[in-house]
């Protein structure tokens, strides 16, 4: 929702800023259907978040893989093996390109992600990845990159 709404929800004060009832944004976002839930939600969380705030809770700033691409720097994933929902590798490809990522089929260094059935597994490219500080994730994980 965030990636889709183009930096219209990157901070809090966006969210807490009423913007999801407008008739643009939610559409925008991809969420034209529970928009006023997830801004009623906030709304009435709006003491609590107060709170937070002036306990000293920090909000961070929203980090878009996206930035990296604009810089010049593209992001990789490697698929490897059968996938849960039966999907290919192929069927990822236009989908990560459109959220700025490159699909490619070796695990190196320069890796960012690699998708496996069961991210926890020990197989030999897990294993790799591991040593070399690429992130294990999961099909659903990757659904979410691809969103």
Known sequence: MIRA???ELDTLGDWRSGRLRDA???????APNI???IQDGIDEMAQV???????GVT???VVRD???VEAGITMTVCISGKL???RKKSDYEEPLK???YALVDEVTKQLNYLVLADPASNSSKAEKARKLGVEVISEERLMQLTA
């Open 49 to 55: 978040i107060d709170k937070l705030l002036a306990a």
């Open 84 to 86: 849960p929902s039966g």
């Open 35 to 37: 928009a006023n839930q």
């Open 24 to 30: 643009v944004l939610p559409e925008k976002a991809g």
């Open 66 to 68: 996206q930035l990296v």
């Open 59 to 61: 909000v961070l700033p």
């Open 5 to 7: 709404a183009d930096g």
């Open 98 to 100: 459109a959220a700025g």
